[in-house]
């Protein structure tokens, strides 16, 4: 429900209403309008109405926001989320590129493709250290060593880090060295583990499930911010269909829809979402076109010797290729 204020209310009215809005366990958020100020009551409203306020005099009406997402609501937010890394920022109105391998796989190989990818312009390195594979017996990733890499790697290239937290038995390693959480397409519906990254209060870029509706995805956003995180990307990374010539079908409409939904910022994976090296150039540059704030790209210094996902790796050098070009369409695009 969205409470909007009589104009010129003195502070001491507006705190007492805050204050039984907070005494009923809602979370409130201020919204700016123009001329109004409102406050977003986000929690279980259901039972409320026109009645519940109206002993507050400085009440001037109430809205029922019908859709179950509150605090990610962009009727909550009407300006876009920026999320910002010491300067290295998402949703600002740049495109944020962040590119990097699948998986850590050695020193040698993270600080090759940190450094060719910084020098094309991508704003954060990406790099598993913990890897969600299908099969028990695939490469699982280099744990707690390939995150020490992925730190030598910011170290040498300034570029903030984004890897995968799978569980919350590194949650505390991750809050102190990383710099953005990214919850995986598996985990997306994981809530206890929502719950408790939550409440880290750390940029976190959240994948879209696999099988999981636009609104499930705001949910799960819903999950984290109601936890206190409010740095959340959006990932629009493909979903599965019948379709078999790509690995997932990348849903690129899925931009445009976040976009009047939500405030938070979106970025779009053409690498999962489409599964072929070849086919991540004219995503990337559709994706951009479709408005999205970043793009995930995965880059391997040798892709066909990869240990996870080479198919869909392109190499440095496509990468600086497609960095220029994505350069050239998002600045056709874009407002300013
Ligand atoms: C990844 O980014 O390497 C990854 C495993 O992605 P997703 O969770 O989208 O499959
Ligand atoms: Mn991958």
Redesign the pocket.
Known sequence: MIVVLKPHVAPEKEAELRQYMLSMGFTVQDIAGESTHMLGLAGDTSHLNAETFARFDIVDHTIKVRESYKLANRRFHPDNTVIDVNGHKIGDGSMAVIAGP?SVESEEQILSVARDVARSGAAFL?G?AF??RSSPYAFQGMGMEGLDLLKIARSKTGLPIVT?LMDNSCLDVFEKHVDVI?I???NMQNFSLLREVGRLKKPILL?RGLANTIDELLMAAEYLMAGGSFDIAL?E?GIRTFETATRNTLDLSAVPVLKEKTHLPIVV?PS?GTGHWNLVEPMALAATAAGADGL?I?VHNTPHLAL??GAQSITPEVFHTLMGKIQRVHEAVSDN
């Open positions: 699948c990406r598993g890897k969600p995968e990214q995986g397409a598996r994948k990932c990374r994976d999962h995930i995965e996870c996902d």
